[in-house]
């Protein structure tokens, strides 16, 4: 089975930064210390100008959290070690000088709609649905919240976090803002993906830098904030009832596996 990566090409002042793990390219500790310590490497990179932030596979975008990772959480420091993990790659999102874009091109849950959010334009396939599954295994999406907040308001962040179980289309995420096109083909995508990128990097540096920063206004507490939503989560998840509920569902994933 192919290996977790996090993998970094430059060329031309396009920086595409790929992540990758076998589970659905869910995120364990590891992968997303690498993910925001690429991010802050490229922002201060001065023959890169963009950033474009990608899974790989035709498939899911993200998984979100490692379920391995969030049973073997035993104590609060490691609780808050590993969310800190998604509060890492929100804040060098929001503090990288260049622009960052998504590209989306399957299914986003949890921390996966949160990085999702977080980017400063989104491109996704048509069939790139989101959910926060966080309440329904006993947690709740605090880290990722205030990201996803800030792009579908707090209606449709409400709406995502109490309707756990429920997915939202791609077209639902196009209208609420959070993805900014959406695409019939992997194919499509990445031309857009593409052509955008070639656009940016012909504009000045300083004048999106310092957009960049006007868009991020009022999130200078998220240093603090999201460490603060990291507790919450890393407290809830040693619950009895939140190991049942991801007891539950590795097995029943398990079981589906067999049957195929």
């Known amino acids: 089975m192919k290996e977790a990566f996090v993998d970094l090409q430059t060329k031309d002042g396009i920086a595409t930064i790929t992540f990758f793990h076998p589970a659905s390219n869910s995120l364990p500790g590891e992968i997303l210390k690498k993910i925001a310590d ?41 609780g808050i070690k590993f969310f800190s993990g998604f509060a890492n790659v929100i804040n060098a999102i929001r503090k990288c000088p260049k622009f960052v874009l ?27 649905s989101i959910k926060l599954s966080e309440l329904a295994v006993g947690i709740g999406p605090f880290v990722v919240g205030p ?43 990445d031309q857009a993906v593409d052509a955008f990128a070639q656009k940016l990097i012909t504009y000045s540096p ?9 868009f991020w206004q009022g999130t200078e507490n998220w240093d603090s904030l999201l460490l603060e939503r990291a507790g919450i989560s890393g407290d809830l998840v040693r619950s009895d009832f939140t190991r049942n509920a991801i007891a539950a569902f590795k097995a029943a994933v398990e079981k589906k596996k067999q049957s195929k």
Do not use: P
Not at 150 to 171: C, H, Q, T, Y
């Open 102 to 128: 998504g590209r989306v091109q399957g299914k986003a849950v949890g921390g996966g709609v949160g990085i999702a959010s977080a980017v400063d334009y989104c491109f996704a396939r048509d069939n790139a």
């Open 206 to 214: 300083e004048a999106m830098r310092e957009l960049k920063q006007v």
């Open 38 to 78: 690429t991010i802050t490497q490229c922002g201060a990179d001065n023959d890169v100008k963009l950033i474009v932030l990608k899974s790989e596979g035709e498939k899911a975008f993200c998984a979100g959290a490692s379920f391995d990772e969030l049973v073997a959480i035993d104590d609060h420091e490691t």
């Open 147 to 189: 990201a996803v907040e800030r792009k579908v308001g707090l209606s449709g962040m409400s709406e995502l976090a109490i309707a756990a179980w429920e997915w939202r289309s791609a077209e639902w995420a196009l209208n609420k803002g959070l993805y900014q096109s959406i695409h019939s083909s992997i194919e499509e995508l």
